[in-house]
């Protein structure tokens, strides 16, 4: 805020005032100005009113902003149309600072000039600014086991903190910087980054880590299957990215559908759907998945019911020859008794 031009007259009033104040003492008693804190403080963007309580015998007054000139009685010497005079009359004298920036802080001045005495009230402005981020790391996505290296930088005053969190893992780093070592596929998702400085509510950014891993097959099991009755093999594979599915019968890749199995692939799962068995469905099916990083595969039967048991393939028909091929030597066990 500047000063226009004063007169002569008001310049030896003014210079006046300050040096019999800078000789005598700075300060007035303290009950005389019980009503104008030592400091006054605000946010960004609000009004803030500077009061000074003066009595009927004030015969001159002013408010100063550092050396500029603000206000003499009622002529405004400010060139800031957000600095208004609110108050002038016996008892008060105050102003109005509107929309209050940083640039506003500062010492402000109340001089008036009572029984020929000059005297001063001193207050100090201060401004406030919410935390808010002004830059933060984008979202990154990289493979397992890398080094991940996350900013985020905040401003406002006073000055704010910074911390990180993890929604499963809860606060992980205070600080404008998080790093991550080693990372693994459970330390992917969303990272927060929180900047509070108490002013207002905290200013709060996301940042999205995905970690790229090989696949993994988590899900597949043996199938019975009646002959004429449908049937699905399911084959389940975690990855990042997604996993392509292939399904390969004996050392034959299968492709596309005839009229009795089709193909259909999920997000996360491939299934290999039978509408009607016949005896040359049975067998041995390996399901395929890989993406760039790598691949999985895992082999599953397709069996008629009670030819495999606890994992193993066995048939009624391989029993019983177990059993005529043991006769002999029973036969053999019973001429010696």
């Not at 995905?210 to 299957?225: G, H, L, Q, S």
């Not at 990855?239 to 259909?264: C, H, M």
């Not at 595969?297 to 030819?307: C, D, E, K, Q, W």
Request: charged fraction near 20%; hydrophobic fraction near 40%; charge should be positive.
């Amino acid at each position: 805020m500047t000063a226009k031009m004063s007169s002569p007259l008001l310049l030896n009033l003014l210079t006046g005032m300050l040096f019999a104040v800078l000789t005598k003492g700075l300060l007035v008693q303290a009950a005389e100005f019980t009503h104008l804190p030592d400091n006054i403080t605000v946010c960004q963007g609000e009004s803030a009113i500077l009061r000074c309580n003066i009595d009927d015998e004030v015969t001159h007054k002013a408010w100063l902003n550092r050396s500029n000139i603000l206000f003499t009685g009622n002529d405004k010497w400010s060139l800031d149309s957000r600095v208004t005079l609110i108050n002038n009359n016996k008892s008060e004298f105050s102003i109005q600072i509107d929309r209050v920036t940083v640039y506003d802080e500062g010492p402000y001045t109340c001089s008036f000039q009572a029984r020929n005495e000059p005297r001063t009230a001193h207050v100090y402005l201060i401004v406030q600014v919410p935390a808010r981020i002004v830059n933060i790391s984008k979202d990154v996505s990289v493979n397992e086991g890398s080094n991940v290296n996350l900013f985020c930088l905040a401003v406002g005053r006073p000055e704010p903190t910074v911390t990180w969190r993890h929604f499963r893992y809860g606060l992980l780093n205070e600080g404008e910087f998080l790093d991550i070592t080693d990372i693994k596929r459970q330390q992917a998702e969303e990272y927060e980054c929180i900047t509070n400085n108490g002013v207002s509510a905290p200013d709060i950014r996301r940042v999205r880590i995905t970690v790229n891993y090989p696949p993994v097959i988590t899900d597949v099991k043996n199938m019975p299957a009646h002959l004429g009755k449908s049937a699905i093999l399911r084959c389940e594979a975690m990855s990042v990215p997604t996993a392509n599915f292939e399904w390969y019968k004996d050392d034959k890749r299968l492709v596309g559908q005839d009229s009795n199995f089709k193909i259909q692939n999920e997000k996360t799962r491939s299934l290999l759907v039978f509408t009607n068995v016949t005896a040359k469905h049975f067998g041995n099916y390996t399901c395929f998945a890989s993406n760039r990083l790598g691949s999985s595969n895992s082999s599953m039967l397709l069996f008629r019911p009670g030819a495999v048991r606890g994992g193993a393939a066995s048939s009624g028909l391989g029993a019983s020859v177990g059993v005529w091929f043991l006769w002999p030597a029973l036969l053999i066990l019973l001429m010696k008794i």
